[in-house]
């Protein structure tokens, strides 16, 4: 069999594992040493196995991650996701759709300290749905806001899926943080938008309530201070060159550690779930990071990336229309694979075929962060996109109430949001790159 068909082989079993429901690091890292030994031989697999783990777990910029996350699990567990979301409610909860669009800018402000899509829509719907119950909001139009409100928590950084990227590509991780930050902000925008136009055309959905005096309101206000104070210390010192990100997301984590124990919410239990959590996510991400590897390491001996990008860059058509078909594919890919397994097997593949591509004049590295960013808004697409959509199995999980169908149609308006702040970042560079050029100038 040719190396080409070997690779096209290896794509085929690892996908088919999948199906069988089979975890998706082993479903990458076993066709990929199976046809890495097909090219090669025992002694050679042998010796990537000794040498692949500890070169991928020494790396030490892979560090921020679970900082990141061990940051995301104290807030969690100290209660600071309540005082967020309490606060946007005590300003707009009383207008029709109020609390959707509070849910909204909960998950928006909880993403800033978090960097999980998960992580975000379990904590905010355990806290927004059952005021939105109360207040009688429809269960569609609830857990639809819970649903994609909870993927800002990797379009704002920080981002777990985009710190991957950037160790990937070896880009820098502070101007990939920048580049989020407006994309990041128009998601919210554009979110806050779908809910007031869906309420108003389906009034029934949400029935407005009585404002809160202002000092009640002002009081809810002053809750969400830490949070507030943790993320200009963390991006302050990072973009201000205190810190690098590996430092800043220690000083978050101990920042938000000491806000859970000031609030008397973060127990000796939550510490210990923290940690606990912190350890099993990390574990997963890095046993997906050795299994996708494996796999690139195959397909490198295969020359498909090197071949790809040669085909791509000999094609006769825009290379907006080739960017445009790697985004329709990792939306397709997205309905079986998670937002971390898609860019750790993608990556390596198709970023050098991209690379090869005149896009906008934009040089190497303006390039590779626009790129990513355009990733990481498409990826997000595929965690609330039918057939899958993790974050509606997260939220149904806590919203049991609520079939899970009507949150499939309640997420499909957000969709459309989502499509159109794609197309406006793929035709408009500066919309990412703006932040980046003025930071970074």
């Not at 082989?9 to 199976?34: C, D, E, N, S």
């Not at 707009?92 to 909204?104: D, S, V």
């Not at 002002?218 to 990100?245: D, N, Q």
């Amino acid at each position: 069999m040719s190396p080409t068909g070997i690779g096209l082989t290896m794509f085929a079993a690892m996908l088919a594992l999948m199906a069988l429901r089979v975890p998706i690091a082993a479903a990458m890292f076993i066709p990929g040493a199976v046809g890495y030994w097909a090219m090669t031989n025992d002694i050679a697999l042998l010796n990537t196995l000794k040498g692949s783990a500890v070169a991928r777990l020494t790396v030490y910029d892979l560090s921020v991650i679970p900082l990141f996350l061990l940051m995301g699990q104290f807030a969690t567990q100290g209660g600071l996701s309540r005082a967020l979301f309490k606060a946007a409610a005590a300003f707009i909860g009383h207008i029709r759709g109020g609390l959707g669009m509070a849910a909204i800018l909960a998950a928006a402000a909880f993403g800033a300290v978090c960097g999980s899509s998960v992580a975000t829509s379990a904590t905010i719907a355990q806290v927004a749905y059952p005021e939105m119950k109360v207040h009688g909001y429809h269960g569609r139009l609830s857990t639809g806001v819970l649903a994609t409100g909870g993927t800002l928590g990797i379009l704002i950084p920080p981002s777990v899926p985009l710190v991957v990227y950037a160790i990937l590509t070896e880009q820098n991780i502070a101007k990939l943080f920048a580049a989020a930050f407006v994309p990041g902000l128009l998601a919210a925008l554009g979110y806050i938008a779908v809910v007031a136009i869906y309420c108003r055309v389906r009034p029934e959905l949400a029935q407005p309530s009585q404002p809160l005096p202002w000092n009640e309101r002002w009081k809810a206000l002053l809750g969400v201070w830490p949070i507030a104070t943790i993320f200009l210390i963390v991006f302050g010192g990072i973009y201000t060159g205190l810190f690098t990100p590996t430092e800043g997301a220690a000083v978050g984590a101990i920042g938000t550690f000491l806000a859970g124990l000031a609030k008397r919410e973060l127990t000796l239990s939550g510490i210990k779930r923290s940690f606990l959590g912190t350890a099993e996510t990390s574990a997963m991400v890095f046993m997906i990071f050795l299994g996708a590897d494996m796999m690139n390491a195959a397909l490198a001996l295969t020359q498909m990336p090197a071949n790809l990008a040669a085909w791509v860059s000999g094609l006769e058509i825009s290379p907006l229309v080739i960017v445009g078909c790697v985004l329709i594919f990792y939306v397709i890919l997205g309905c079986v694979m998670d937002e971390l397994s898609m860019i750790l097997l993608t990556i390596p593949v198709l970023f050098p075929a991209i690379m090869s591509l005149d896009l906008w004049g934009l040089g190497a590295q303006d390039k590779a962060i626009w790129f990513g960013i355009l990733v990481l808004m498409v990826v997000e697409i595929g965690l609330i996109a039918p057939p899958v959509g993790l974050n509606v199995y997260v939220v149904n999980s806590v919203c049991k109430d609520v079939p899970m169908g009507e949150t499939y149609k309640g997420v499909l308006p957000f969709l459309a949001s989502d499509v159109l702040r794609v197309l406006l970042l793929l035709f408009v560079p500066a919309v990412s790159l703006g932040a980046v050029w003025w930071l970074f100038s």
